[in-house]
């Protein structure tokens, strides 16, 4: 457990420098997977630390119960991870289990729908396997964004839920509202369907952290572990803890082997035909039309690093230092909506003719 913690500080001391992606919390609530998948190149750490006191004759005893989250995308829509939590109730002790040890790898594919945090409904579905229940676990998870509010649904399927035979579906639903772009609140609820089991619930105040790609979240909820199936579980006693989610770009590990790049003009000489600033989390020029042949200039004006990636495949920038710039030509006609990796809300559109 401690070393998990030390690997936990460690992370975010490395990356707390500049802005890396986030996968933020300010889109999904503390007891649903949501719809996001990271992207390429990047490496999500989310850490979920959940406690409950038991009181005692002798004193209380505090009960620790996280689950790390680590993944990375492999394509444009696609993620692949896995969940590691050390104190699972899937499986009761009663029934001879060996381990409270509970791991789920997974992958994820974004059916439908732009970047995390953009307007609209998101389609992700989640295939899973659940080492300690040994269970091949699913989840259909949806989500719709319009301004302040996201409405989160899921349904999920267990082969061997919570460890016995007989598949059972479950299902869950949650509401998150931003107050304002650091400061959102969250709530929901899930539950397998039929007798025996409890509910899983949560609330959450869910916080960006500013000038950072960290979120955080303070929570209150009965469920233990931050899988499939433990989304859909609660236990007798109400669990306090937080969220924290740390994007490690992986790029921004190469000086340690190549020597600090040059934060100089990138991409090709080409007639600029439009300028668009990066500045307050914002494309400035979010729409711009040129003609094919023109090229874009980039121009990061903040004080953290942006990134144009584009939702189709035209390569992208890499991410760029304050006042670093990026120059792209456009030889194809069409529509080319883009998005910074660091910051899925910063959007943007190029129409060539
Ligand atoms: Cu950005």
Same mark, same amino acid.
């Given at each position: 457990m401690r070393r998990f913690i030390g690997v936990a500080v460690a992370l975010f001391v490395a990356t707390t420098a500049g802005a890396l992606p986030a996968q933020s919390l300010l889109y999904r609530s503390a007891n649903l997977g949501g719809t996001w998948v990271v992207d390429p190149g990047v490496v999500q750490f989310n850490f979920v630390h959940r406690f409950y006191i038991v009181p005692g004759t002798l004193g209380h005893v505090v009960v620790n119960d996280p689950t790390f989250t680590l993944a990375t995308g492999v394509g444009p829509k696609v993620a692949v991870g896995g969940q590691f939590a050390t104190?699972?109730?899937?499986? *009761?002790? !009663? *029934?001879? !289990?060996? *381990?409270t040890n509970e791991t789920q790898l997974f992958a994820r594919w974004r059916a439908w729908g732009g970047p995390e945090g953009s307007e609209g409904l998101h389609v992700s579905l989640t295939p899973a396997y659940n080492l300690l229940a040994k269970s091949v676990d699913g989840e259909l998870g949806a989500d719709w964004t319009s301004g302040p509010v996201t409405l989160e649904g899921a349904a999920r399927i267990a082969a061997k839920p919570l460890g016995q035979s007989g598949a059972r579906a479950a299902f869950g639903g949650g509401v998150v509202a931003r107050v304002n772009r650091y400061v959102a609140l969250s709530t929901d609820v899930g539950s397998f369907v039929g007798p025996t089991v409890r509910a899983a619930w949560s609330a959450a105040l869910n916080l960006l952290i500013p000038g950072s790609p960290h979120t955080f979240s303070l929570e209150v909820s009965n469920a233990v572990t931050s899988t499939i199936q433990g989304n859909s579980i609660g236990q007798a006693q109400r669990l306090y803890g937080f969220e924290f989610t740390i994007p490690l770009h992986l790029k921004r590990f190469a000086p340690w082997f190549h020597g600090s790049p040059k934060p100089a003009a990138l991409g090709p000489a080409a007639a600029v035909a439009a300028e668009v600033r990066m500045a307050a989390y914002a494309f400035q020029t979010p729409s711009v039309t040129i003609s094919a042949g023109q090229a874009v200039r980039w121009t990061n004006d903040d004080a953290v690093e942006h990134s144009v990636t584009f939702d189709g495949t035209e390569p992208g920038s890499p991410l760029?230092?304050?006042t670093g710039t990026y120059v792209h030509r456009f030889d194809t006609p069409g529509t080319y909506p883009y998005h910074c990796?660091?910051?899925?809300?910063?959007k943007g559109v190029i129409v060539v003719k």
């Open positions: 104190h699972s109730i899937l499986i *009761s002790q !009663a *029934s001879g !289990a060996q *381990s760029l230092p304050p990796t660091p910051h899925p809300f910063m």
